[in-house]
């Protein structure tokens, strides 16, 4: 089982980007995926979730309203949608997915600043 991040980097304030979770080893049609993230100095945090048909859909508070999690079954993918982006959204995220065990990708960075 393996997950890929990618779509990350540098980005302003206000600036938006798309992360992509590539999955491998087993069909994400099956279970809900989920996005987090971790700051310097912070604890890992759930910023979305997404069940397996795409019909219960979950954000934090701080990112509801900006942030998108849609999910592609047939292609494997995951993806994370984000606009309006603040500083405060730097971080390393990770796609998770759990299965019969809890599977994380290798994170990537998103950086916001101007």
């Known amino acids: 089982v393996q997950l890929v991040e990618s779509g990350g980097g540098w980005v302003q304030p206000g600036g938006s980007l798309r992360l992509s979770c590539a999955a491998s080893g087993f069909r994400i049609s099956s279970y809900a995926m989920r996005w987090y993230r971790q700051a310097p100095g912070k604890e890992r945090e759930l910023v979305a979730s997404?069940?397996?048909?795409?019909?219960?859909?979950y954000y934090s508070d701080s990112v509801k309203g900006r942030f998108t999690i849609s999910r592609m079954n047939y292609q494997n993918m995951v993806y994370l949608r984000m606009v309006s982006l603040k500083p405060e959204d730097t971080a390393v995220y990770y796609c998770?997915?759990?299965?019969?065990?809890?599977?994380w990708g290798q994170g990537i960075q998103v950086t916001v600043s101007s």
């Open positions: 997404i069940s397996s048909a795409g019909g219960s859909i």
């Open positions: 998770n997915a759990r299965t019969s065990m809890e599977y």
